[in-house]
């Protein structure tokens, strides 16, 4: 791989990780534009080191939180902390599940398969649209919830529906504080980053190259760099009500992606 392919990927990765356009759909795009030829063992590296990348992006804007959270769970005893760890948990189910029985058929639908991408980029739109347009209101993430907008996650799985627009989304149409929806979208998916790593780390099934070991960790850096900047503005966004500009850039994304299909 290129240096200047392994940074565009990783820029790519580290702002669409956080905004509601989807990270799996233009990691997707990026790879058919650049004409990206590595063998299946080296991209799920490099695909695995950048979601490593914008996991610790997470960590350190969310870290005072996650610190708080931790904390609280020491204290072994029935907090805020813990009721929210344990919503955490209740959001994983459905993606966990669906990892586990539906893990050869998602990963059939990656591997340059742009006009699908281009048709779950319109769903995002629609999603988007819809939760922008949304009344707000101060009420938290509830149990339930959390179970509802975990199965929103678990759909993200498709390449080309955004996790954050999907999981930030559903839990405003179901009423919660756009802020508090947006907290809970990027700390919930952080154990199953670590899980999926750690999965595919096990397998055995990745493949290290020292020629890409260069372009690999520019690659990581960019994405971490990108996804700092990506997380904290989507926050604010988010707060403004401004989903709708994220809705239009999906709706053409994916009309030129599906465009892009019917001409390969």
Known sequence: MEIIDAIILGVI??????LPVSSSGHLELGKAILGDESVPEESLLFTVVLHFATALSTIVVFRKDI???????????????????????????PAVLVGLFFEEQLEQLFGGNVMFVGFMLLITAALLWFADKAKGTLKPVSSSNAFVIGIAQ??????????????ISTSVLLGNDKTKAARFSFLMVIPLIFGKIAKDLLSGELSFSSENSVAI???????????????????SLVKKSKLT?????????????IIFGFTK
């Open 13 to 18: 990765q580290g702002l669409t990780e956080f």
């Open 67 to 93: 610190f708080r959270i931790i904390k609280g769970l020491f204290k072994f005893k029935k907090n805020e902390e813990t009721l929210f760890s344990l919503k955490i948990i209740i959001s994983m189910i």
């Open 154 to 167: 678990a759909i993200a799985m498709l390449p080309g529906i955004s996790r954050s627009g999907a999981t």
């Open 217 to 235: 960790g520019i690659g990581f850096i960019a994405a971490f760099i990108s996804g700092l900047f990506a997380c904290t503005w989507m926050i």
């Open 245 to 257: 500009y994220f809705a239009v850039y999906c709706i053409l994304v994916g009309l030129l992606a």
